[in-house]
């Protein structure tokens, strides 16, 4: 299978809702059969929610971009970035991937790498010498793409699922 013809583009305000349906839909296709079910639904209640993403575009310090496939441009794929929230010693000008998701139908199709190319041109924009982000300690899929791309780890941190704390891997990549 390739890549369908993807279109990616700065998500604007009327795009909270395609973001809360491609948000949920790549949390739960990630993490539904490694995450408590309970604290999976309580996480994306909150954190996928329209009125998250709402706030998420309203925040000047917030960056998000939509990836949508044709035809009829459904959402498939996002990327939200924002400065440094993390338990690690950040730099000045550091930006944090905060989200990256693909439909898992897409993956290893090029639309991950070229999210990522996106981080990589918006980082560099704001004078960034690194990009950092977490990741699941157990995803080893998303770990393997992160390794393969030149992502290092830098540290640690529990990230909290709808009241269940995981353990994630803080990775960086130097610009």
Known sequence: MSLPKTTLRRA???????????GTATFLEAYATV????????????????????????DPKHTLWLAEAEP????VGYLHMTPPDLP???????????????LATLQRLGLGRLLLNQAALHARENKARRI????????????????????ERIGERDFDVGGTV??????????
């Open 12 to 22: 604007g305000a009327d795009d909270a809702d395609a973001l809360s349906v491609i």
């Open 72 to 75: 009829g441009r459904a959402p």
């Open 132 to 151: 950092l982000l977490g990741v699941y300690k157990k995803n080893e899929r998303a770990l393997a793409f992160y390794d393969r791309v030149g992502f």
């Open 35 to 58: 995450i408590d079910g309970q604290a999976l639904v309580r996480h994306c209640a909150e954190k996928q929610s329209t009125a998250a993403y709402d706030a998420a575009l309203a």
């Open 166 to 175: 995981y353990s994630d891997w803080v990775l960086a990549k130097r610009l």
């Open 88 to 102: 690690v010693e950040t730099k000045a000008g550091d930006l944090e991937i905060k989200r990256i998701y693909v």
